[in-house]
């Protein structure tokens, strides 16, 4: 596809519940990113793929989050056991290569009760 | 540490008017830098991407300038009009392909 597609658009969680998205990048594009926005301007990187690779994941929840990104599937980003705090909006990027432009999805909205 | 600041958090012009927007980063050893929009409870937009090695990107009424060595980008944006509202954020890459995003600096143009 010509963009990035996230799903789905709001997910509603009750605390200790299992919440999982899914994310669909550009066709081509071999460089995936996830991104919490919990503020308003507040965006924390997560981790990053490249293909089905994990490239960095220095800003993952290791206990409670986890991701995939498998070959012919969306990527998806996994928390388990959701807390509160994890209540954010959720946004996937992809890049052609490295260092190029990078668009971003709709984001998922999360919201645990 | 790396790190992404934006001035002013806020602005509002009237409509017609030029304007300036300002960002500001910790390490000269940049890859890119990207500015987005991002209009309420959207995503975000990409606007321009200035690669390392360039001074500046201008796409219609936008243009973004690059200088490593002041640690500073600003993205201006002539002839402003209210569909211009939004918040804009830049976000600087460097090693390790992580955006670093700054805080943003919402933009009201006032018709």
């Known amino acids: 596809g010509e963009e990035v597609a996230q799903t789905p658009k709001h997910l509603v969680r009750g605390e200790g519940q299992k919440a999982k998205l899914y994310c669909a990048p550009i066709?081509?594009?071999?460089?995936v990113f996830w991104y919490q926005q919990v503020l308003k301007n507040e965006f924390k990187f997560l981790i990053s793929?490249?293909?089905?690779?994990?490239?960095?994941e220095t800003g993952m929840p290791k206990e409670r989050f986890s991701a995939k990104c498998l070959p012919n599937s969306p990527c998806s980003l996994e928390i388990q056991a959701t807390k509160l705090e994890d209540s954010a909006v959720y946004f996937c990027?992809?890049?052609?290569?490295?260092?190029?432009?990078?668009?971003f999805g709709q984001g998922t909205r999360l919201t645990v009760v | 540490k790396q790190e992404v600041t934006q001035i002013p958090a806020a602005l509002s012009v009237p409509e017609g008017e030029n304007l300036v927007l300002n960002c500001s980063f910790t390490?000269?050893?940049?890859?890119?830098l990207q500015w987005f929009r991002q209009d309420p409870g959207k995503g975000l937009t990409s606007l321009l991407l200035?690669?390392?090695?360039?001074r500046e990107q201008t796409s219609g009424r936008l243009n973004a300038s690059l200088d490593k060595s002041s640690g500073r980008s600003t993205l201006y944006i002539a002839a402003s009009q209210p569909g211009d509202s939004a918040t804009y954020l830049c976000a600087a890459l460097w090693a390790g392909n992580q955006f670093y995003f700054g805080t943003g600096t919402s933009l009201t143009v006032i018709p």
């Open positions: 390490d000269s050893a940049i890859y890119n």
């Open positions: 990027a992809s890049s052609r290569e490295a260092g190029l432009e990078a668009f």
């Open positions: 200035i690669q390392s090695s360039q």
């Open positions: 793929f490249q293909n089905e690779n994990v490239f960095d």
């Open positions: 066709k081509g594009h071999s460089y």
